[in-house]
């Protein structure tokens, strides 16, 4: 136990609704600039607390303080992209689409917004949320997981002194009551969610009821495909940081690796021997290359996979079991299966933990036929010398996002828009989609009368 917070209830996400509309009456006439300044001294604050927020988010989830580290600086940037962004959110001015009327169309708030977080990027996906939110002029109530809270308690502690009354809140507690009362509040414009597939399926069904936008950033069971003219070195390095950075608890980790059979034998021995190495130990250890899985319930289901995989004829190249440590926590070790048996939940299903299968391929149409079948499609990569193949497979793949000879490098950079297809959901964070996701647009039409040019008027119906 590092920590008790308090279990929300349905009553809280009331009163939160209560404070929020409160809130949204002086912060609808805020300006652009208002909504950047904000921004920038939540920015500011990250910033000024980086040292610190790294070292909780390394106690709330378990994640290697390398991870936990770099978060900071990519949360800041992002709330400065959207500061910026705020001033970037426009209508079109005017036009006249009927004869004798001006046109204007108009990007307004959606008004209260919900933001429902997952456990493996706490903070960081809730500042995914808040940026953009904040930018078009809502007001955000957020609800972390509720495995790790603390990072966003703490930063809305933190930010006490820049955010205004009610603009920005947190409401901790289980999905059900706090998300679900989140998600059926008539109050609230726009609900999203970042987690599991059966989750967002659960929350657009309840969503419905009050005809919610709903925007859903859900999982991922990423493929990569090393073509036979690619770089073995580097492919070998983006598969192992590819599947394993972070524990394996990506949504858009590398879970199916597809090698051309001319690299495939090497590739497998090296990337076992690359896995073998990586050193697994507390988050807060900065020698740690791997910390422990979120809970016990999710050793539990890699586990359940990985036998899965064993009985449907699956070999395991390395790994595959728990690690020998005497710590306490949820380890597993990283693990290669050199096959991914039709039938097998390790063929289907997100693992979302350490767990990668390596399949070897005839070709490139080979490679994508397998890449795309599958319900996900959120993240894809391609490994060759040849980028003008690179591209045509690029083309070809179905993903929100394609990388050429890495995997998952941009997760992070704001101008990219950043989502999935499928299973792995709908609706754009980052990049000006993002904005416009949590905006809405409305038509005014004036009888403002015919524009005549200058010379007009002496010899018109005035004069
Ligand atoms: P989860 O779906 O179990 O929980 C996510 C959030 O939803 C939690 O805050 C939870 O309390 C809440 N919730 C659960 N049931 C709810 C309900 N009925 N109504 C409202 N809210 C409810 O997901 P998780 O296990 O926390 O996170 C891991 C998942 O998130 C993985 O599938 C991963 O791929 C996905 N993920 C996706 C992205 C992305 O950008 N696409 C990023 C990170 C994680």
Redesign the pocket.
Same mark, same amino acid.
């Given at each position: 136990v590092i920590a008790e917070v308090p279990r929300g209830t349905a009553e809280d996400v009331e009163r939160a609704v209560d404070a929020a509309k409160k809130a949204w009456l002086d912060w609808q006439d805020k300006t652009p600039k208002d909504r950047m300044e904000l921004l920038l001294a939540l920015a500011d604050v990250i910033d000024e607390n980086a040292e610190e927020l790294a070292r909780l988010e390394t106690q709330n989830v378990g994640k290697p303080w390398w991870v936990a580290v770099d978060e900071p600086g990519i949360m800041s940037d992002n709330l400065r992209f959207f500061a910026g962004a705020a001033r970037n959110l426009e209508g079109k001015a005017a036009g006249e689409y009927a004869a004798g009327h001006t046109s204007i169309i108009r990007r307004e708030p959606l008004g209260i917004v919900a933001g $429902? *977080? /997952?456990?493996?990027?706490p903070l960081f996906?809730a500042v995914w949320k808040m940026g953009p939110a904040l930018a078009a002029g809502n007001v955000q109530i957020i609800? /972390?997981?509720?495995q790790t809270p603390l990072t966003m308690l703490r930063f809305v502690e933190l930010a006490q002194e820049v955010l205004p009354p009610g603009v920005l809140q947190v409401v901790t507690g %289980?999905? $059900?009551p706090v998300? %679900?009362a +989140?998600?059926r509040h008539p109050a609230i414009s726009l609900v999203s +969610?970042?987690?599991?597939?059966a989750?967002g399926k659960? $929350?657009a069904r309840?969503a419905a009821d009050t005809v919610k936008h709903v925007h859903l950033? +859900?999982?991922?069971k990423d493929p990569m495909i090393v073509l036979d003219d690619a770089d073995l070195g580097r492919a070998v390095e983006g598969a192992l940081w590819g599947s394993f950075t972070n524990c394996g608890q990506v *949504?858009s980790g590398v879970e199916r690796i597809y090698v051309a059979r001319e690299l495939h034998e090497q590739f497998v021995t090296r990337l076992a021997e690359r896995a073998q190495a990586l050193r697994i130990g507390r988050g807060d250890d900065p020698s740690t290359d791997l910390g422990p899985l979120i809970s016990e319930r999710q050793r539990e289901r890699v586990e359940e996979v990985v036998a899965d995989a064993v009985e449907h004829g699956a070999e395991i190249v390395t790994g595959g079991a728990r690690p020998r440590i005497e710590l306490p926590g949820w380890f597993f070790a990283p693990t290669v299966i050199g096959a991914e048996p039709e039938g097998a939940r390790v063929r289907r299903e997100?693992i979302?933990g350490r767990v990668v299968t390596v399949v070897r391929i005839e070709d490139e149409a080979d490679g994508v036929r397998r890449a795309i079948d599958s319900a996900f499609a +959120?993240g894809a990569s391609v490994w060759t010398r040849d980028r003008a193949r690179g591209r045509r497979v690029a083309e070809a793949l179905e993903a929100g996002t394609v990388w050429i000879n890495d995997h998952a490098y941009s997760y992070g950079v704001c101008q990219a828009p950043?989502g999935?297809r499928g299973a792995?959901?709908h609706g754009r964070t980052h990049s000006k989609h993002g904005l416009y996701a949590l905006s809405h647009v409305k038509y005014v039409d004036t009888d403002a009368g015919r524009l005549r040019p200058p010379w007009w008027y002496p010899y018109g119906d005035d004069g």
């Open positions: $429902i *977080c /997952p456990w493996n990027y996906m609800k /972390p997981a509720e %289980d999905g $059900i998300g %679900d +989140l998600v +969610l970042t987690g599991d597939t989750t659960l $929350i309840n950033e +859900l999982g991922g *949504c997100e979302f +959120l950043w999935g792995s959901g």
